[in-house]
């Protein structure tokens, strides 16, 4: 017989996990208690429960492990919902261990309850309420099954404080299956089929993937280079993709949608034959529905059914994992004799290379004031001489895209970011969860200076842990994508979108034990990028950014691919935007 | 222009065997809230106690695509073992009970007593001034039978909702 808190503690440890993310209260103390005990799993306090989720989706996303959080009940947890539900919509796994009020005083409203499972039931891919310390063990254990099996996430096991300390047995995981949950992973090669007969008939063939292929695995990222260069077809990917196919590849188109490049979007527009693997039709990604790819047939491989058919009608629907859709579809490709239609493909690479002549993310550096494109590339182009493991995160908004534009990503499980949710204050947490699982790479979040201060808290935990994060903030003193939303549709009336009172990052960063740099100027820009790295400590750069760039191209709210706007001269601009796309987000 | 699929409207019953687990009629429920589907009814009980088994019927109505969104919506909750859509996959039997309460003296309750026969109605409580009647139907012949008892005295109504089977021998397993 074990306490609840050690049959946890063994539970994780049998399922692999080596770091918690978490903070103490009094209804989990008896697991800090058993934690001090023991030197398996290693603890990091964060100074929020939130960032300790991200932290956890940061750890998760570059490592492929379960990220694993511990908070106390009430507040602790109610902190963890906005992580919970970032992980939910970005498919992340993660394990939410909640402490929560005994459990004869459920329902009492005694201090510090909150009704957990009622709270993250829509947050969480699932969620369990310990009541039987003999069933205890069992829910660890399928809680892991659970949030990495099919379409990965978060689920919350929330632990009254009697169950922790009550005494009860230890079982080890089951080798059988789940009662009810077993999702396809094994594609059906029917489907397989149909979708190569499809693929090698396409004279505009278009490859897109999103956050399923790097779920998957690398090993899927590698199928999916193995799969475009074996049919020559061109690929995008999603934000959430990125990673997944070389961006220096020739036959990468860079990402696609809102913020996405004119020929990765105008070639989804006039494809007349889409495959999509482990992405979902996101609204930032399809634009105007009623005008998406409408010449098109479309193949969607989702290992989520829910995910098929929702936002856009396909034509062939391929349920399984990406990486074994991929290798399924390779076998296929080889084993269908039908040569592909090669004058008509060439044909489209013209067209394509015609659209890429516009050249549709160049920016002009001029005078002294830093463009922040120029600071992102710049960035990307001095990590990349120095060699060394680049890892990436963001915030949210216009830095973000930037980044995801100007930072060319070689490898999957390197670029970390919230693209369901959206959530500001996610970048330094994450950075801090990757750090951890990396502890010699080159950890880099690229910040804004509105959403750095969501969870600007965390420096701490830099400091205590010696994580050598860097922070690089493009600094315009605006949450600059609501400026420029304000700019485009709100006839420049900015409401609430000027970044008041900042902090002198200098200093903040110094009184954080950290290294504090600042670029007023294009001449101190690779200087101060050239230090940063070179420091081999948690630094924040403050880049001093031109305060009212906006990220381009755009497709507008509520239109269509075809309508997006290249830049800030392009004739008509955003002016054709409807009413109805303004309800947009 | 959009296929009919996306456009037309149609009935679905729905029905789930799922986990009999604390808070799995609260994930369900907060499914259709959740995502602004419809329920016309919902009805739920333990149908197998050795296998921890639960049945749930859902009436809801939709386009194609939104009724396949909602079956592979309940498919993937972890509780949930099987989901069918007895509308498509064929014929199936619907039935609902109700109790109904009438308050009445002389000829109307007379006239009560003569449409319960007609309908098949048991009478299960009689007081010199009320009747409860039970009966079980589709819904519409539950709608028919209320809609006599308006002008006859009807006070009180309570309905069970809509379980349903499949007819013939295939049947839904865990």
Redesign the interface.
């Known amino acids: 017989m074990m306490s609840g808190a050690e049959i946890v503690l063994q539970a994780l440890k049998d399922q692999g996990v080596e770091v918690i993310f978490g903070y103490p209260g009094g209804a989990v103390l008896p697991l800090y208690d058993a934690l001090f005990q023991q030197n398996a799993i290693r603890h990091i306090l964060v100074r929020h429960e939130q960032a300790a989720v991200h932290a956890a989706e940061g750890y998760a996303r570059s490592t492929g492990k379960v990220g694993v959080v511990l908070v106390t009940s009430g507040p602790g947890a109610t902190n963890a919902v906005t992580g919970l539900v970032d992980a939910l919509m970005d498919s992340i796994p993660v394990i939410c261990l909640t402490g929560q009020v005994p459990t004869h005083l459920i329902g009492n409203d005694a201090f510090q309850e909150a009704d957990t499972?009622?709270i993250t039931?829509?947050a969480t891919?699932?969620n369990y309420?310990v009541k039987d310390i003999n069933k205890l063990a069992g829910v660890v254990h399928e809680a892991f099954y659970?949030a990495k099996a099919?379409?990965p996430g978060p689920v919350v096991i929330d632990l009254p404080k009697d169950i922790l300390i009550g005494k009860g047995p230890y079982t080890e995981a089951p080798q059988t299956p789940h009662?009810?949950?077993r999702?396809q992973t094994e594609p059906d090669p029917a489907a397989i089929r149909q979708a190569v007969r499809l693929l090698k008939q396409a004279k505009r063939p278009v490859v897109y993937t999103g956050g399923g292929v790097i779920n998957s695995g690398p090993e899927a990222s590698r199928l999916l280079t193995e799969f475009v260069r074996m049919t020559g077809f061109p690929c995008t990917n999603t934000l959430m993709g990125l990673g997944a196919y070389p961006s220096s590849d020739p036959q990468f188109l860079g990402m696609l949608g809102m913020h996405g490049t004119y020929e990765a979007n105008l070639a989804m527009h006039g494809c007349d034959v889409m495959l999509n693997i482990g992405a979902r039709f996101d609204d930032r990604v399809t634009g105007r529905l009623?005008a998406f790819a409408p010449q098109s047939k479309k193949i969607h491989a989702d290992i989520?059914?829910?995910s098929?058919?929702?936002n856009v009608?396909v034509d062939v629907a391929i349920v399984g994992d990406a990486g074994r859709v991929l290798q399924a579809l390779i076998e296929a490709w080889r084993a269908d004799a039908t040569p592909q239609d090669k004058p008509a493909l060439t044909e489209w690479w013209r067209t394509i290379d015609g659209w890429r002549a516009k050249d549709c993310l160049r920016y002009r550096q001029e005078g002294s004031i830093i463009k922040p494109q120029h600071a992102i590339r710049r960035l990307y182009e001095i990590t990349r001489e120095s060699g060394r493991e680049t890892f990436i995160t963001t915030e949210v908004g216009q830095h973000q895209m930037w980044a995801a534009q100007y930072f060319g990503f070689e490898k999957p499980n390197h670029w970390m970011t919230s693209g369901g949710l959206g959530t500001m204050g996610y970048g330094l947490p994450a950075a801090m969860g990757v750090q951890i699982g990396h502890p010699d790479a080159l950890v880099i979040d690229i910040a804004g200076e509105a959403s750095i201060l969501m969870n600007i808290q965390e420096m701490g935990t830099l400091a205590q842990y010696r994580l050598p994060v860097k922070i690089f903030i493009l600094n315009n003193e605006y949450m600059g994508m609501v400026r420029q939303w304000q700019e485009l549709l709100h006839g420049g009336r900015y409401s609430e979108s000027y970044s008041a009172a900042l902090p002198d990052f200098v200093k903040l960063a110094e009184s954080f034990h950290a290294t504090g740099l600042r670029a007023k100027t294009v001449d101190d820009l690779d200087r101060v990028i050239r230090e940063m790295l070179a420091i081999d400590g948690p630094v924040i750069a403050d880049i001093a950014v031109d305060k009212e760039e906006n990220c381009f191209p755009m497709i507008p709210s509520g239109a269509a691919h075809n309508e997006m706007i290249l830049g800030p001269d392009q004739e008509g601009g955003v002016a054709g935007v409807t009413d109805e796309g303004k309800v947009l987000v | 222009m959009p296929d009919s699929s996306e456009t037309t409207l149609r009935n679905a019953t729905i029905a789930v065997l799922v986990e009999n687990e604390a808070g799995i009629l609260a994930r369900v429920v907060g499914l259709f809230s959740g995502r602004g589907y419809n329920i016309e009814s919902l009805t739920v009980a333990p149908v197998d106690e050795e296998r921890r088994l639960s049945r749930i019927t859902i009436v809801t109505s939709g386009t194609d695509m939104v009724i396949e969104q909602i079956k592979a919506q309940l498919d993937r909750l972890v509780p949930v073992h099987k989901v069918a859509d007895l509308t498509l996959e064929g014929p199936h039997l619907a039935r609902e009970m109700m109790l109904i309460k009438v308050v009445g003296t002389g000829e109307q309750r007379m006239e009560a007593l003569r449409l319960a026969d007609a309908f098949r109605a048991r009478v299960v409580d009689a007081t010199t001034g009320s009747l409860v009647f039970e009966m079980t139907g589709s819904g519409d012949k539950l709608d028919a039978f209320i809609a006599l008892m308006q002008p006859l005295g009807l006070k009180e109504v309570s309905r069970t909702g809509v379980v349903a089977i499949a007819r013939g021998a295939g049947s839904l397993q865990a």
């Open positions: 499972t009622g039931r829509p891919k699932h309420l659970v099919g379409r009662r009810s949950y999702p009623n989520d059914p829910s098929i058919n929702k009608a």
